[in-house]
Structure formats: C-alpha cells, structure tokens
C-alpha cells in the first residue's frame, strides 16, 4: 500500500507532467491539421471520402507524425463514416506517439527505423483489413458480447467491422451548460472564450518546457515555482491541466461543439480554428491525466518495473514491448522509449512497441466509441508481433543510438 502523502504527491506529479509531456505537443499537431483543413475548405476530407483506396495510406502517414495530433484527427473521420475501418487501425499501428519525441532527441537513427517499420506495417495491415476481413467481424462481435455499445445507431462506411461504427458522433452531445439567464449565460460565454486565449497562452509555455525538458534528455524534473525551467515545467502544467479541464467540463458546452471528437469539415475562421483544437486536445488531456493516474498508482501500488520486467523477458522482449503497447496513453511507451535509449531494451522490443502503441490517439475512439476502440488496439498488436518477432530473428544485432542492446 502507499501513504496518503505519495498518493497526492503522484496526483500532482501526473496533473502536471501529463500537460506538458503531451498534450502540449498533441496541441501543436491538432491546431496544424485543424488549419490546414480551414484553409483548404475541407477538400481533403472530401477527397478521402473520394478516395476509399487511400485511405489506410493517408491514416498511416497521419498516425506517423510525431505526437498523436495526426491520428487523433483520423478517429472523428472514421465515427461519422468518412474512412474505413482498416483506415483506423494503419492509423493507429504507425502512431509514433510522444514516445517518438525522447527517441527522436536520444536515438534518432532508431526512430527513422522503428518509426518506418510501424508505417509500413500499419498501412500493409490496414489494407488487409479492408480487402479481406482478417476477422474482425468476429472479434468485433465478441467485443460486443462483454459489453453493449454507448448508445445504439452508428454510421454507414467502408468497414469489415459490421460496417459502422457502434455510436454516433454526437454521443456526448448532452454535457452542455444551461444557463437559467441570459446575464449568465453572456457571463459563460465570455469568460469560456478567456480561458481558451489563456489556455493556448499556457499551452505554448508548456510546449517550451517540453523542448527543454527533451533536450535534456527528459530527466526527473522537481516541483518548482521559480522563474526556472522547473518552475516553468510546474506552472505550465498545473495551470494547463486546469484550464483543460474548465474547457472540457464547461466551456465545450458554451462555445463549443457540445461534444468531444468531432470531426469537422472546415471551420469558420482562424479562432475558431484555434478553438476546435482546444477543445479536442482538452478532451485529450482529461483522459490522459487519467491513463497517468492509473499507470503510476499500479507501479506504486504493485512495485512494478518495466525495466526489470523487459530484462527479465529476454528472447520474449519484442511480445513484452507489443504487450505493453496495448495500454492506452503515452505514459508507459514515453518510459520504455527511455529504457530503450538507456540500452535496457533491444531494438526488436522497440519496434514492436512502436507498432503497437495506440498513443493518445485511442482517447478520441474510446470517449465516443468503446467497442471499436477495444477492437482496434487488439489488431494493432498483431502487425507489432509479427514485426517485433521478425526484428528479433532476421535483424538480431540491431542498434541505434547510445548503449542500446541488440
């Protein structure tokens, strides 16, 4: 068991860490593919929509920028109808998450591999699961025995999964704010429209940080209120997990969509550009802080070791790295990217990982559809066995970056 005093020490430690080691830079790719879509009026979705053959290709290639940003864009596409199932899942199996950042400052010669594994695997695989099933109809049904679905209804797309995603996108649509007066409801709108110029304010601080806190080499950082990079670090995470959650709470309901992971054809200006990509990656941090939470109380709670345990797995080192990418979040893959540039991983291990790992990209699927999230993230981990395994065995003495094991 832990003390009252390590279970609040580890709640503000993930509130604050949680901000600026990911959604600060989820924020980043989110605002850049929201502005690329305003400025191209939506064309490119549409283009999608035109262009069913493409699709696992563009998820692929959206999954592989650093970050999560590109595939949490993917996942709305696919809960209104407008990509396939297969798109999702080549999405989610090339994620390079905010693990690809310590990789790409510690060992970037392995992120360009193992990154480039994931892509291929993860577009080949997501063809496969749009031209021939794989049998995720049946997985898609088993899943649905445990649990039913959110709400009923769904959506038409080119999908194996049944054909449609299992809620529909406006599944949260009812946590918005109702003001009994129009005074209040002014009052609301007003001041939801100065948290979200604060929030991105903090949310650039927080980006900073987390460029040093990288070019660091991510090292522990302590909790400071100083005009430091540890005060900085501090501040820009507690002050952005709170506005992120004023946004999600509250201002979603009074100047947003009203619901989470929307996907939007174009926007109407600049703001409201910037104001969509709040709100997604508000939602983000929510479920992020969370997926910390829940990580760092079981380590606590069960004086757990990834490091020791990937030793311990040996020749079982690539399943162990694929097992591990079946955790939602970044928290884990963020920590096993470390032990990789640490040398306390194989390369074979990363590579499963990173084919595997789902990032924060999941969160989006999960809020609005369960079923398919549990169904996605169980295919992903097949591309990341066969590729982990394949490392392991033809590309054994495999090494990049400083002491990394083969």
Same mark, same amino acid.
């Given at each position: 068991?832990?003390?009252?005093?390590?279970?609040?020490?580890?709640?503000?430690?993930?509130?604050?860490?949680?901000?600026?080691?990911?959604?600060?830079?989820?924020?980043?790719?989110?605002?850049?593919?929201?502005?690329?879509?305003?400025?191209?009026?939506?064309?490119?979705?549409?283009?999608?929509?035109?262009?069913?053959?493409?699709?696992?290709?563009?998820?692929?290639?959206?999954?592989?920028?650093?970050?999560?940003?590109?595939?949490?864009?993917? @996942?709305?596409?696919?809960?209104?109808?407008?990509?396939?199932?297969? #798109?999702?899942?080549?999405?989610?199996?090339?994620? $390079?998450?905010?693990?690809?950042?310590?990789?790409?400052?510690?060992?970037?010669?392995?992120?360009?591999?193992?990154?480039?594994?994931?892509?291929?695997?993860?577009?080949?695989?997501?063809?496969?699961?749009?031209?021939?099933?794989?049998?995720?109809?049946?997985?898609?049904?088993?899943?649905?025995?445990?649990?039913?679905?959110?709400?009923?209804?769904?959506?038409?797309? #080119?999908?194996?999964?049944?054909?449609?995603?299992?809620?529909?996108?406006?599944?949260?649509?009812?946590?918005?704010?109702?003001?009994?007066?129009?005074?209040?409801?002014?009052?609301?709108?007003?001041?939801?429209?100065?948290?979200?110029?604060?929030?991105?304010?903090?949310?650039?601080?927080?980006?900073?940080?987390?460029?040093?806190?990288?070019?660091?080499?991510?090292?522990?950082?302590?909790?400071?209120?100083?005009?430091?990079?540890?005060?900085?670090?501090?501040?820009?995470?507690?002050?952005?997990? +709170?506005?992120?959650?004023?946004?999600?709470?509250?201002?979603?309901?009074?100047?947003?969509?009203?619901?989470?992971?929307?996907?939007?054809?174009?926007?109407?200006? #600049?703001?409201? #550009?910037?104001?969509?990509?709040? @709100?997604?990656?508000?939602?983000?941090?929510?479920?992020?802080?969370?997926?910390?939470?829940?990580?760092?109380?079981?380590?606590?709670?069960?004086?757990?070791?990834?490091?020791?345990?990937?030793?311990?797995?040996?020749?079982?080192?690539?399943?162990?790295?694929?097992?591990?990418?079946?955790?939602?979040?970044? $928290?884990?893959?963020?920590?096993?990217?470390?032990?990789?540039?640490?040398?306390?991983?194989?390369?074979?291990?990363?590579?499963?990982?990173?084919?595997?790992?789902?990032?924060? $990209?999941?969160?989006?699927?999960?809020?609005?559809? @369960?079923?398919?999230?549990?169904?996605?993230?169980?295919?992903? +981990?097949?591309?990341?066995?066969?590729?982990?395994?394949?490392?392991?065995?033809?590309?054994?003495?495999?090494?990049?970056?400083?002491?990394?094991?083969?």
């Amino acid at each position: 068991m832990i003390g009252v005093e390590e279970a609040a020490d580890i709640f503000v430690y993930s509130v604050r860490d949680g901000f600026v080691q990911v959604s600060a830079f989820v924020a980043i790719t989110v605002v850049l593919f929201s502005y690329v879509q305003y400025r191209t009026d939506g064309r490119l979705v549409r283009y999608l929509e035109d262009h069913e053959r493409l699709q696992p290709l563009a998820g692929g290639l959206l999954g592989l920028t650093p970050g999560c940003g590109g595939a949490i864009v993917a @996942m709305p596409l696919y809960v209104r109808g407008s990509v396939s199932f297969g #798109t999702v899942v080549a999405a989610l199996a090339a994620t $390079a998450g905010d693990s690809a950042f310590v990789i790409l400052a510690l060992a970037p010669e392995a992120a360009i591999y193992a990154y480039g594994l994931a892509l291929v695997a993860g577009v080949g695989f997501g063809y496969a699961v749009d031209g021939w099933g794989l049998g995720v109809g049946r997985v898609d049904r088993a899943v649905g025995r445990i649990g039913r679905p959110m709400t009923d209804g769904g959506f038409a797309t #080119t999908n194996v999964a049944n054909g449609a995603p299992s809620v529909p996108g406006e599944a949260d649509a009812g946590c918005s704010v109702d003001s009994t007066t129009d005074t209040d409801r002014e009052w609301l709108v007003t001041l939801s429209h100065a948290v979200h110029v604060a929030w991105w304010v903090v949310a650039a601080a927080g980006l900073v940080a987390g460029v040093e806190y990288l070019r660091r080499g991510a090292p522990e950082v302590a909790m400071e209120i100083a005009p430091t990079f540890f005060g900085l670090f501090t501040v820009a995470g507690l002050v952005g997990t +709170t506005l992120s959650a004023y946004l999600y709470f509250v201002g979603r309901g009074v100047i947003g969509d009203g619901a989470s992971g929307r996907a939007r054809d174009t926007f109407g200006s #600049t703001y409201e #550009t910037f104001q969509h990509a709040a @709100m997604e990656t508000s939602m983000v941090t929510i479920w992020v802080i969370v997926a910390y939470l829940l990580y760092e109380y079981s380590v606590a709670i069960f004086a757990l070791d990834i490091g020791a345990l990937a030793a311990a797995a040996g020749m079982l080192a690539p399943i162990a790295g694929a097992a591990l990418g079946l955790i939602p979040g970044c $928290a884990p893959q963020i920590v096993f990217a470390s032990l990789y540039a640490n040398g306390e991983v194989p390369f074979s291990a990363l590579s499963a990982n990173a084919v595997s790992q789902d990032g924060d $990209a999941l969160f989006p699927l999960m809020a609005i559809d @369960m079923k398919a999230a549990v169904v996605a993230t169980i295919y992903t +981990t097949i591309p990341a066995l066969v590729v982990g395994i394949g490392v392991h065995l033809f590309w054994p003495y495999a090494q990049f970056g400083f002491g990394v094991v083969g």
